[in-house]
């Protein structure tokens, strides 16, 4: 059994898989980071990872995954490639050694997932996965609210997320459908901020994009989840925002209850004929700017101390049982009940 | 068949019946209303009758509703009794021809609103129920922006109320649940936003009052909503707040969305160690305050034009059948079609 | 000398001078009071008049405001006539021992003023100014705020009022100028919330509307006090708004500050296009409904208790005071002392 | 006379003077900007420059700012340190060629200030001074709607600022007074918005910190500007504040007005016992984040351009000039012209 050995938490050595849009802007969070120093980038398109290495002065450039997780220089490896990729090369990581920081899903598959999450059991080397919105200042605080018991017992939880792009069809197609690749973030947060939840039934339907429709998906949806404490739940979403990137969140409780919103993107307003205006977000990138450095910096942070990361592989399993659960619940119209999901019952 | 006709659409005769907390608001509101005038209050308290009398400077007070109602000074008769009572009165009021304004609902049974409603339409007299979200500023506007069709296609529907205080238990034996009771304006809202509903699923529990146990309700529900336009929609309650009185609703399209909320009561906002803070609305009576005085200037400026004011016994009973059908889902664990729920086949 | 003698304090006579939008506005809102009831109304207009004693039902129409103001059946007299009347019918009242409710100012003329002010205490009938900001429930709750001690000792006022539309030009010319007319709303909060001013400075131009220059006045200022505690103020005015009416006022000290600020007429924003919008207020009617109601309200519940009402009439004189002292700062481009201006050394 | 040229805009070499709480985080920004990578830190005290070595991963750590100016490895330099070593340390780098970003002033010195604008007009090294406010998102779309004429003719401006805690006396008596050191941020974007002022008048006070009335300063302002195009302006601040950081400005023209201001620091908001509540900024680094970030990206970016960044030395000249006229203004007890402030008449 491999194990995970850092020779010195103030100098991690970093290696980036994936050198595209969201690979960029990791490298250039990592260059940022105290204690962690890119020595390496690797992606197919040898040109991107080229300029991946230019942005961080790193070592190294290749388009070998393999070969830079082998990388004795390397302690920690950030994975950015497609989802596809992902249960491989965190697999190869573990039996490397080497800890993992990788975008989310580990698969879109349960038995693959639980396969990798019992191989992690076994190794002990530490493993983050990217459910950013768990390191957004909004979120933090309204998990410091929850966990405080300020909100007294959780009643009900309510999240929507409408997407500002709809994905090509392509994507639709190798995406799980829409619970699995988008409600996933909500289904992260009501496990996050409430907890588990017992059973779930969705609805969803083709409103106005007819290649979902074609890709057996669904562009608008709505699932309502019951806990395990009792508490009620519901996440909407639907796959274009004429209007940008808009999620809320609230959590409400016998107490209080806290929001989580985001409608003003920048810090001024402005009136004009009788009314106001402001700039909602774009989209995930400028909303979720600062969590996406926040979660590097708090994986960082948590292998230097010897701790364990989280969310880790054991988050993302439940996180994606519960998606398995509410499509399979508008695949089947009828209720299902979690513990009827399971890798060896996994549509 | 009895006809309503107005002898001054600038001098209207108005009778109020019931002289309670909402009665005396009522009638302090038709005080000020410049076509209105109160002639008569009735309460079965006859002292409070006198009250409500002396603030309006009426003419008489009486213990007895059925003698306001045959009162030739009487032209229109404002319903603010029990729910109980309801459906008689507006008969009473229909056979004598007199203009009607009620406090919702017609009934808490199917039948009954539906015999009532095929009364109303044989006699075309005036009748409006206080369906008063209908006439707040903020859902005016929301309404106007959808059908503008600013928002384009209405792609989602949300909504959720939660009261400040429980009601008694007598009351809550005797309100047809909170399907019935409360979750029935957002489903008015819904009919009045987006449009009529073909199907629902509802869940509800007891998480905070064992009261709604043996009162064999419940006092936190959610409910999908399928509009017939393919809209999907939900609906959450609670019967309680902490808080102070918290509704919400969302409408989204393809171009736009609206959201009509109240966080703040006052203009007034402080701050103090490193945060802000403001006041919340109480209860339904502050947040509610202007839209009961518009729904009755409404009413009255309707029947001194001759107009047919709005919404009527039709929305009443439409509104029932989808609180029906959601109480019905949340009782046989099972989505409920809106054509299932009709007056032979009421529960 | 005159005494002030209630036969009823639940059925207080009201005459009301004045029949035009505001004074109508006053009529309805003292039809809705619990212990008023209109007895006559007055106006040049006699048909104005008559529209009025319709709306609230009451007994009497005519042309002559004396006649009003001496008949029995009237306890109490709200004054909306010009501001150049209000001395000369508040002194009638006070020699009548009626009670008065008038629109501010009670005279432009700091003599003027004094006079009345001084015939006031002489009599000890019940007197109150509109200056309906102190009832609207956002200062209300600020003043709360302040007399609590929990903001601490107060350091800074700042204020800013835009109106909607610019004034005609003949009553620009018999308004006393902006300082008068307009930012003595923001120098009444200033007192108010904060205590009274020992100097001020001031500064004006004519940025957008000739016709201000023509009758010696300015349409844009600002002025600077110094308010005997030692706090730091600053009230600033405009005579238009493209976007609606602006009024916001602000009050920090040692340990919080409160902010009153009005930006949200209706209670639904949309979104559309990456930006989100709501509608302002259009101008002070709207945004001070609720408080020209309270204020009245306020009035009758005081005479009603045997209270002096307030705002009073040492309020207008130093309110007043406070304006001409900005006025003339304006006028002589340098700072002027409160104590310096005095009903002898008034311009 | 020496001339910047720039040897690779991919590839700038950048050295950091002052690796203190400011520096760092300075180091650590640059770390992640594409085009430049910090070749050395330099602070007198040897073990800070050695961690900021760390951080960036730089080549070398050194006591002596001089050396690293000389070094032919470098091509810029941002500079950290305490405000009485700007000057020279621009003049060396003037002098040596090397692209300068200074926090800002370049001197509390009028003349001094003067002689370093003469210098950089006959050198045209790239020279930004650290005026961080312009590059906020919230300041920079302020900027555009007032630019593109959306607003009209600008009519008036305010702006007011609070820090949250109060500086050291050492740090008072030689930080020039609160309006060369704290309200000087307000005069930068009262420039940058409305553009130039033609006279102040200005008010002080002690209100809470004696400390200040040692130190000749005075821990409450308001200042009156009048622009040259005729809008008149208002700056306030004080030097604590309970709340946190607390900013606010507003620009107000014919056809509208931008405000901006940041109430909130998460995305966080939550309620409890008929309230609401959030977070504030505790202190500018978590305001402007970003805009310290931004403003060094667009340093690099203009310099790798060859364009001239901005704001730079003039900027930093006219803004003192103004800043002094406000000091002046409170000394004195007078207005003060613009016109009257110049390095011969200094004070």
């Known amino acids: ?148 018991g300020e909100l007294g017992r959780i009643e009900q939880f309510r999240a929507y997320s409408r997407d500002t792009y709809p994905p090509p069809l392509e994507f639709i197609r190798h995406s799980g459908g829409s619970f699995l690749d988008m409600s996933v973030h909500d289904f992260d947060l009501a496990r996050f901020l409430v907890g588990e939840v017992e059973e779930v039934v969705a609805w969803g339907g083709v409103l106005f994009d007819d290649r979902f429709a074609e890709g057996d998906d669904v562009d608008t949806a709505v699932t309502m989840l019951r806990f395990r404490n009792g508490a009620l739940g519901v996440v909407e979403m639907a796959r274009h925002s004429a209007w940008g990137y808009d999620i809320r969140t609230e959590v409400a409780g016998a107490n209080g209850k806290v929001v989580v919103d985001a409608p003003q993107k920048t810090q001024a307003t402005w009136s004009r004929r009788f009314g106001y205006e402001g700039d909602h977000y774009e989209n995930f990138p400028d909303r979720f700017e600062v969590a996406f450095r926040l979660e590097l910096e708090a994986f960082f942070a948590s292998i230097a101390a010897g701790e364990v990361p989280t969310p880790g592989p054991e988050d993302a399993l439940e996180t994606l049982r519960l998606a398995v659960a509410a499509r399979r619940s508008w695949r089947e119209g009828r209720p299902v009940r979690l513990d009827e999901v399971t890798p060896e019952n996994p549509a």
Not at 96 to 105: D, R, T
């Open 1 to 148: 059994m491999s194990t995970f050995t850092l020779r010195d938490p103030e100098d991690i050595g970093v290696a980036i898989l994936g050198a595209g849009r969201m690979g960029r802007t990791h490298i250039r969070t990592c260059a940022g980071i105290r204690n962690a120093r890119v020595v390496a980038v690797a992606d197919p398109d040898l040109a991107a990872a080229e300029r991946g290495k230019a942005i961080a002065r790193a070592e190294r450039a290749t388009a070998d995954p393999l070969e830079v997780i082998a990388d004795p220089a390397v302690d920690a490896v950030v994975i950015v490639t497609p989802t596809s990729t992902h249960a491989s090369l965190i697999e190869a990581c573990l039996q490397a050694g080497k800890a993992v920081w990788s975008e989310k899903p580990i698969a879109l598959d349960l038995a693959e997932t639980d396969r990798i999450v019992e191989l992690w059991r076994s190794t002990g080397v530490p493993v983050q996965l990217g459910f950013m919105r768990r390191f957004d200042p909004g979120y933090v605080r309204a998990k410091e609210l929850i966990d405080s």
